[in-house]
Nanobody, 115 residues
Framework: QVQLVESGGGFVQPGGSLRLSCAPS????????MGWFHQAPGKQRELVAT???????TYADSVKGRFTISRDNAKNTVYLQMNSLKPEDTAVYYC?????????WGQGTQVTVSS
């Protein structure tokens, strides 16, 4: 079983920044694509960004130019740098990793953007 541990969420004013991190609780091999999703109250979980082992990235249109996904393969860690945050970015953010073909999720970290 793979456990993913997220950190870095919190409360920020509009226009502010946060950096999320996610890593497995133990050192494992076989991690392929990693990514971030978010889920706002009453809405479905949606893709935010993904990154492959080679560094190829995809982003939701709503975050392009504001968010940057990156990873450290040596540490099996994925990051999400979120700049110019908006109230509509408020959600629980989940990390996902594909390990040997199976999907694993973190427990989620709350991001709240409000004045």
């Amino acid at each position: 079983q793979v456990q993913l541990v997220e950190s870095g969420g919190g409360f920020v004013q509009p226009g502010g920044s946060l950096r999320l991190s996610c890593a497995p609780s133990r050192n494992i091999a076989g991690i392929a694509t990693m990514g971030w999703f978010h889920q706002a109250p009453g809405k479905q979980r949606e893709l935010v960004a993904t990154i492959t082992t080679r560094g190829s990235t995809t982003y939701a249109d709503s975050v392009k130019g504001r968010f940057t996904i990156s990873r450290d393969n040596a540490k099996n860690t994925v990051y999400l740098q979120m700049n110019s945050l908006k109230p509509e970015d408020t959600a629980v953010y989940y990390c996902k990793a594909i390990v040997w073909g199976s999907d694993y999720w973190g427990q989620g970290t709350q991001v709240t953007v409000s004045s």
